[in-house]
């Protein structure tokens, strides 16, 4: 059984925004704690990048002190490097270890990254594509925001019914990166992704934003003219899908509730 939607089918997302980014971060973690706790079989659709930090710091949390377990749960991450493995300290495998895999209980096997080493990585496209759709389809998308507004690595031009496929990673996507490895040159030039398609099939999808870098995006995800060059607008089509930022984000906005309700 899937979750019911949190959200009314009101034809567009909800948007919350709150004070502060960790009251953010939080209020996305109740959502996934409330989710897995609902439905403990739950398949999860979840994001790295810095963003995500203090929301799988409030799940192992609230892991720890045994308000939810992730021991039933399914996850499918979004994205990898090309030519990273998964033990490589940059990759995405390695983030979600550190970050969130190695404190929970998932069971093993649970947890699904692409393999950013496949020789064939049209084929792990697909294979990945494919088990996400065994799987039952994402119940619960986490998503994150590029400020080009990525999703995913879902670059502007990306179309809208894409599927998990190779990419090639811009220049502003990369410098952006650039934390994780020596210098920016060594930020690999393409990934693996779910596509905009993939996500969107998504029962629900929660996108986190936080901070005033993303506010340009957010604004234009929010409200601007859907279309590839902000991909995250993409989510305007979605009825189940929800915006949860902080007032820095969300500045380019003016028609929003503040955290608590949802419009
Ligand atoms: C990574 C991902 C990206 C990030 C986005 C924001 O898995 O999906 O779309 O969510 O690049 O990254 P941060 O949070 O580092 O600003």
Redesign the pocket.
Known sequence: MRPEPEAAITGRPGLLVFDHAAEAAAHVGQIIADTLNRTPHTVLG????????PVYEWLLTAKRDGRLSFSQATSF???EYIGLGAAHRAS?ATAMRRMLFDGSDFAPGRTHLPAGTTIDLDKEAARYEAAIRAAGGIDLQL?????NG?????EPGSAFDSTTRVVTLTEA?RL??RGDFPGSQDVPRQAI?MGIGTILRSWRIVL?A??S??AAAVAHAWSGVPGPSCPASALQGHAAALFVCDRDAAAGISDWQHGGGSR
């Open positions: 979840l994001a790295t990048g810095m963003t995500m930090l991450n979004l994205d995405f998503l994150g925001i590029g400020r990525h999703i995913g690595f879902n996507t952006a990166n992704t986190l936080t901070g870098a993303k």
